[in-house]
């Protein structure tokens, strides 16, 4: 069965007509070059990612944070461009509040809008996109880094078995934050996925996104899980893999 396209409208059936995860390139393709430069968003055009995931800044600055801005860095202007030129859709990180209107516009202005997804890990950042775009796919991401999730690790046994109490109760906190933020979708930390948890959020209409599988076995699993899309550094790896379970293109 093609999860995207039973949770319906609201999730990101549309924005591939295959019945596999949507794979995005997580700030454009990490592992091959600098991330969130168009040399790396070029690498994941060539994989053949579905979407690029890039994250945004204040003064629309495609970056993690301030202290990461890449050596050539570039705005969301330049992002949008040349995904636009290259026929792929975006996957857009908003990591500072108060600059929605701003990405909703540029999304529009380059004609992406239909093709593209917004997301945060700022709850009150995907309300805010909710009223200026009901219609645009938004994501919650989970946890925030301040939970220190977002290392890829999880390197120590405290941290895992924190991941692992944090992944029993998602299935409860699923409805929780779908409607605390207005999301149409779950970002969650590949740690944090199950199939009860992506049961909950289809079960509301909403996709799960999963960040950030690089290795074959994760990313087995999360499609065992039955997610939505699946971010990777690597995502020829994700070709690959899906490749052996069937699920290729």
Known sequence: MNLRRSVGAAGLEHLSDSSRPLVIGHRGAAAVAPENTLESFAAAVDAGCDLVEFDVGKGLVVAHSAAEVPRDAISLDDALAFLREHGVGAHVDVKHAGIEAEVVAALRSHGLDGHALVSSAIPSSVRRTAELAP???????????????????????????????????????????????????????????????????????????????????????????????????????????????????
Do not use: C
């Open 135 to 249: 219609d645009l796919p938004r994501a919650l991401g989970y946890p925030r880094d301040r939970f220190g999730a977002a290392g890829l690790g999880w390197p120590d046994r405290v941290a895992a078995a924190g991941a692992r109490a944090l992944r029993a109760v998602m299935p409860v906190r699923v409805p929780m934050l779908l409607r605390g933020a207005r999301a149409t979708a779950l970002s969650l930390h590949r740690s944090l996925v199950s199939p009860a948890a992506v049961a909950a959020a289809h079960a509301r209409g909403a996709a799960v996104v999963a960040w950030t599988a690089n290795d074959p076995a994760v990313v087995a699993r999360l499609v065992k899980d039955g997610v939505d899309g699946i971010v990777s550094d690597d995502p020829r790896m994700v070709f690959e893999t899906l490749a052996t379970l069937g699920n290729g293109q």
